[in-house]
Structure formats: structure tokens, C-alpha cells
């Protein structure tokens, strides 16, 4: 074989490795979205990039607080994966009154949001295996205050860095 031809075969092994590998890395360990909507202002911006953990969130519990990417439910009418922040978890009261959101009968304290929500919700128990998900712009947000319970399988991913744009480059805690 000449050179030219083991040079085309070694870079053909090469392509074939970086693309099995980003398979790897894509569909089990990380993922990037591109936030489409202004659901979850201020917190995360029109066309922001993200990382999302795929892999590591599994192996502990979902917190209040955390911002999670999942599968939409057929309650929403959406298509496209979401992003929303965790607000209740398996078991717990919810219930959205007067501008404030209850977790148990105690208003959360959400320096994160962009308005105070302008609905009510009535109470309601979280059942297991799912959580009460909401974006932190509360007016306008396709969420659970409007489809109902978000299932644990439906989760797809933990947002973990925000990498564009640069200048707000970091890792988005709960």
C-alpha cells in the first residue's frame, strides 16, 4: 500500500474514533442545549449555551433548586426538551397563592425569579417519583403549573455550565 493510501486509511480511523466517541459522550455523559425561549429569566438568557451533566446527577438525589433538562410530558403540547428549576419534590404540598409558592406551607424564598407568579394553584401532593417543576420567569412559562407533575424518568440531564456567552461562563448552581 503506498503512502497515500495509509495516510487516507490512518485519518478514516481517526474521523471514525472522534465521531464513536462524541456518540459516546453525547447521548451518555454530556450534552449542550441552546435555550430557545425566556422561560427561565434571569437566570438563564435567550440563546444561552449549556452543559448538561447526562451521567452523574443519577447518582444522587434531585434537590429543590436544581435546573433540569427533560423530556416534556404530553400535557405540555411541547416537542423540544425543556429546562425549568426543580421546585417540589416527591411527597411534598405544593401550592402557589398570593404571588408566593408554598412548599409545605412555607413560602420559598426565590431570589432567582424574574416576577412573582400572577396565578394561584391549589394545593396539591407531589406522588412519588415525580417533582413540581417551574421557570424562574413565572408569567411565562410553560411548567408544571400548567401540565402537572413532571415523572423522574422524564429527566433527561442537571444544566451544569452555562458556556455561551463567554462573559457569563460558569457552572448554574441550585
Avoid at 22 to 41: A, E, H, K, Y
Avoid at 77 to 91: H, N, S, T, Y
Wanted: charged share 25%.
Amino acid at each position: 500500500m503506498n503512502a497515500r493510501w495509509k495516510n487516507l486509511f490512518e485519518l478514516v480511523q481517526i474521523l471514525a474514533f472522534a465521531l464513536i466517541l462524541s456518540f459516546i459522550v453525547r447521548t451518555f455523559l454530556l450534552d449542550n442545549r441552546i435555550v430557545p425561549s425566556g422561560s427561565m429569566l434571569p437566570t438563564i438568557q435567550l440563546q444561552d449555551r449549556l452543559i448538561v451533566d447526562k451521567l452523574l446527577f443519577k447518582f444522587r438525589e434531585i434537590e429543590r433548586g436544581d435546573i433540569v433538562v427533560f423530556h416534556p410530558t404530553a400535557k405540555s403540547g411541547e416537542k423540544d426538551d425543556l429546562v425549568k428549576r426543580v421546585i417540589g419534590l416527591p411527597g411534598e404540598e405544593i401550592q402557589v397563592k398570593d404571588g408566593n409558592v408554598l412548599v409545605n406551607g412555607t413560602a420559598l424564598e426565590e431570589s432567582y425569579i424574574l416576577e412573582k407568579p400572577d396565578y394561584q394553584y391549589d394545593p396539591i401532593t407531589i406522588p412519588a417519583d415525580s417533582y413540581f417543576v417551574l421557570g424562574d420567569n413565572r408569567r411565562g412559562s410553560n411548567d408544571s403549573h400548567m401540565w402537572g407533575f413532571l415523572p423522574k424518568q422524564n429527566i433527561t440531564g442537571k444544566v451544569w455550565i452555562r458556556y455561551w456567552p463567554f462573559n457569563t461562563f460558569g457552572k448554574l448552581d441550585s
